[in-house]
């Protein structure tokens, strides 16, 4: 990786120029049996729709407030380089009453519309599908997302320094995300280009987050996403290690 990358946002874009056809979020959920596989490019390419969406559509500027209400989910991965590309800063089931803009999957609408600003909703549905109807109050992240431009370009440059991040209460900026993914890769078990992460915690945490997402950006990994996994009995769970070629586990 590029060692004068200074956010999220430029290890995704290290990432993709050093190898797109490569693995970078392949996200299980044991609950409905779902599996999806996103190469370098096609994570790449829903972040500059995604962040194209948040600009244009929704108005985000840099340093205004997106309050995440998602689950360990490869859209939520998606959502959170798109705010690191805008400039707005992640707040990992943040309030709604002191948001911007609120992202709400299925389960959080009600305390979603607290929100006074835009308001997405997500289905979180197999293979990126609708609501069959879309929420009240709410645009559908499905709907709106797939017009959006492949290309994206701030209307203000990221500064490194300012807030990107704020979960559980602690605020990172950006290139504290970047330099704490790095430090603490090894703890990890990412040791480099292909070191492939399994994760099952949550991503309410640093630790959930660095391990299902920054951590592998940030060395040239990958992850293996996975959201229920308390469902996976454990030869199930020891055959994915196998089958997904996983090289170390943070469960």
Not at 47 to 70: F, Y
Not at 90 to 110: I, R
Not at 204 to 213: H, K, R, V
Request: hydrophobic share 45%.
């Amino acid at each position: 990786m590029n060692a004068t990358d200074r956010t999220p946002a430029d290890l995704l874009s290290s990432a993709l120029a050093a190898d797109p056809g490569r693995p970078l979020v392949t996200f299980y959920d044991d609950a409905t049996g779902e599996r999806v596989e996103l190469s370098v490019a096609t994570f790449a390419n829903w972040v500059a729709k995604t962040a194209n969406l948040l600009q244009d559509e929704l108005s985000a500027e840099p340093g205004d407030r997106v309050a995440l209400l998602l689950p360990a989910h490869w859209q939520t991965a998606v959502w959170l380089l798109a705010c690191a590309s805008v400039g707005a800063v992640a707040d990992v089931a943040g309030d709604p009453t002191a948001a911007d803009v609120v992202v709400s999957g299925p389960e959080s609408l009600d305390a979603a519309r607290a929100c006074s600003g835009a308001r997405i909703a997500l289905a979180l549905r197999p293979l990126g599908g609708r609501f069959p109807e879309p929420p009240e109050g709410f645009a559908d992240y499905a709907v709106e997302v797939p017009g959006q431009g492949d290309r994206f370009v701030p209307y203000a440059p990221v500064d490194p320094e300012e807030p990107a991040l704020i979960v559980a209460g602690r605020e990172f900026s950006g290139a504290e995300v970047v330099e704490r993914a790095r430090a603490e890769a090894t703890g990890l078990g990412l040791t480099g280009p292909g070191a492939r992460l399994l994760s099952g915690l949550p991503y309410d945490t640093w630790e959930g987050l660095n391990a299902g997402l920054y951590g592998p950006l940030a060395t040239g990994g990958s992850v293996v996403l996975c959201r229920n996994l308390d469902r996976l009995a454990a030869d199930a769970l020891d055959r994915r290690i196998e089958s997904e070629r996983v090289t170390a586990t943070a469960r």
